[in-house]
């Protein structure tokens, strides 16, 4: 018997962060939409625990224990007084190291899909408190659609959004270690005041009404100029997609993907053409949100 979840990636519309924490961590502001970009995790009974993985990156995705999926079947298992003993196998087609949570949709894809498999029961409320151990952005992958992200990212509000947006999402050649970008966020910020995060009130409204426009003028990502600082040919990413006519531009998440928004699903294909042709990135592709999370299938 087994059980296949999807899961989508994400984009942080807006990414507000806050001074670094006594923990290590850093209090955000995140507001994250799910788009339809997915990875998919299929759990099937076995003697042990063993991860495989097929798609374009696969080789960068450690099959140990280390692995996001392995770590929330493992996590599930303990709660529940059982063996993790399930293969599972994940079919990627999310950027790894990319910042748009590849790993988090791994986590919280396999930990629904042992879930339906082993027949626990778990409450919503217990899965998110899994998610949330396992990583910040990891409860996020299991709710999709849009949401405000506090905390560390994992106390999640859920948002509405007014229509739906058109991306273009270009890969870059190599990833991007999220503490190595937060670490360069603190170097970059070192002697400066840091405010509290908070998220604006002007992209909320842009998002309710779907006001592409309007959301277009408030995108922002704090770690922007870290991650353009550790691999600063981002900027010619960015350039090369703001002269093909995005409306707006900025890297998502941690990076090193770049993520463009269009007017439509038109104005999306127009924009990843001239990516493609620039020769600024490894891969383009075009994804609308929002979308629902982790979902069996
Ligand atoms: O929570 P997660 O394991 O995904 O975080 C990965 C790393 O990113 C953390 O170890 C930390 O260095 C950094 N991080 C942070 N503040 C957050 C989320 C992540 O500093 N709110």
């Given at each position: 018997?087994?059980?296949?979840?999807?899961?989508?990636?994400?984009?942080n519309?807006?990414?507000a962060?806050?001074a670094?924490?006594?923990d290590?961590?850093?209090d955000l502001?995140n507001v994250?939409l799910?788009?339809?970009?997915?990875d998919?995790?299929?759990?099937?009974?076995a003697?042990?625990?063993?991860?495989?993985?097929?798609g374009?990156?696969?080789?960068q995705?450690p099959l140990?224990?280390?692995n996001?999926a392995?770590r929330?079947?493992?996590a599930?298992?303990?709660?529940?007084?059982?063996?993790?003993?399930?293969?599972?196998?994940?079919?990627?087609?999310?950027?790894?190291?990319?910042?748009?949570a590849?790993?988090s949709?791994?986590g919280?894809g396999?930990l629904?899909?042992c879930?339906a498999l082993?027949?626990?029961?778990?409450?919503r409320?217990?899965l998110l408190?899994i998610?949330?151990e396992?990583g910040?952005?990891?409860?996020?992958s299991?709710?999709?659609?849009?949401a405000?992200g506090?905390?560390r990212g994992?106390?999640?509000?859920?948002?509405?959004?007014?229509?739906?947006?058109?991306?273009?999402?270009?890969?870059?050649a190599?990833?991007l270690?999220t503490?190595?970008?937060?670490?360069?966020?603190?170097?970059?910020?070192?002697?400066?005041e840091?405010p509290e995060?908070?998220?604006?009130r002007?992209l909320?409204?842009?998002?309710?009404?779907?006001d592409?426009?309007?959301?277009?003028?408030?995108?922002s990502?704090?770690l922007?100029p870290a991650?353009l600082?550790?691999?600063p040919?981002?900027a010619?990413?960015?350039?090369a997609?703001r002269?093909?006519?995005?409306?707006?531009?900025?890297v998502?998440?941690?990076?090193?993907?770049t993520?463009?928004?269009a007017?439509d699903?038109?104005g999306?294909?127009?924009?990843?053409g001239a990516l493609?042709a620039?020769?600024?990135?490894?891969?383009?592709r075009?994804?609308?949100?929002?979308v629902p999370?982790?979902?069996?299938?």
């Amino acid at each position: 018997m087994s059980v296949t979840v999807r899961v989508p990636a994400k984009v942080n519309v807006q990414l507000a962060v806050g001074a670094a924490r006594p923990d290590g961590f850093h209090d955000l502001a995140n507001v994250f939409l799910a788009v339809g970009l997915y990875d998919e995790v299929t759990v099937t009974a076995a003697d042990e625990l063993r991860v495989t993985c097929t798609g374009p990156d696969a080789d960068q995705v450690p099959l140990d224990r280390t692995n996001l999926a392995a770590r929330a079947a493992l996590a599930l298992a303990e709660r529940y007084g059982r063996t993790a003993d399930v293969h599972l196998h994940i079919a990627k087609d999310i950027p790894v190291a990319g910042g748009m949570a590849g790993g988090s949709a791994d986590g919280a894809g396999a930990l629904l899909a042992c879930d339906a498999l082993w027949g626990t029961g778990a409450s919503r409320e217990e899965l998110l408190d899994i998610c949330a151990e396992l990583g910040s952005d990891v409860p996020f992958s299991l709710v999709g659609g849009a949401a405000l992200g506090t905390g560390r990212g994992e106390r999640l509000t859920e948002l509405e959004v007014g229509g739906d947006l058109h991306w273009v999402f270009a890969m870059a050649a190599r990833g991007l270690s999220t503490p190595a970008v937060f670490r360069e966020f603190d170097r970059l910020a070192e002697g400066r005041e840091i405010p509290e995060p908070v998220a604006s009130r002007e992209l909320l409204d842009a998002l309710a009404k779907g006001d592409v426009d309007a959301l277009a003028a408030t995108l922002s990502n704090d770690l922007q100029p870290a991650a353009l600082s550790l691999f600063p040919e981002l900027a010619d990413t960015l350039a090369a997609g703001r002269a093909a006519g995005a409306l707006a531009t900025l890297v998502s998440g941690s990076g090193p993907t770049t993520a463009f928004l269009a007017r439509d699903a038109e104005g999306a294909e127009e924009v990843a053409g001239a990516l493609r042709a620039s020769g600024t990135c490894r891969t383009v592709r075009t994804a609308a949100g929002p979308v629902p999370g982790a979902t069996v299938v």
